[in-house]
């Protein structure tokens, strides 16, 4: 049941990057898509163990590995440092146009043919 809402917050933020046409909505949809895949991720390697990866000599426990850790943690900095940047450049073209919608960014930015 948890996996079935992972892959409907994973499909709904990649919609969201498809159908939506204003550039703040696509950002947030790649971010939503990001947290799915990231929860995904988490669901799937917490299954192999439940305990701390600390060793002693008395008990002998399923433990959890601890790659997975850091590898979710680096896509979530890489994540933030991507949301970031494009933040940053869809402040830039807030300056020179007066619309986030990328249709009319694209027929303001197109050449006239001649």
């Known amino acids: 049941m948890l996996e079935a809402f992972i ?5 709904f933020g990649f919609f969201g ?5 204003n550039l703040m909505m696509k950002i947030i949809g790649m971010d939503v898509m990001s947290t799915g895949v990231i929860a995904y991720y988490v669901l799937i390697s917490s299954r192999n163990g439940l305990f ?3 060793m002693n000599e008395t008990t002998h426990n399923d433990y959890a ?3 997975p850790q850091a590898v979710i943690l680096t896509a979530i900095v890489i994540g933030f440092s991507i949301q970031a940047l494009m933040l ?5 073209l807030a300056h020179n146009n007066p619309t986030l919608e990328t249709k009319e ?3 303001n930015n197109t050449p006239a043919k001649s």
């Open 7 to 11: 892959f409907a917050t994973i499909l």
């Open 17 to 21: 990057i498809i159908i939506k046409e």
């Open 52 to 54: 701390t990866p600390i």
């Open 65 to 67: 590995d601890p790659v």
């Open 88 to 92: 940053v450049g869809v402040m830039k």
């Open 105 to 107: 960014i694209e027929k």
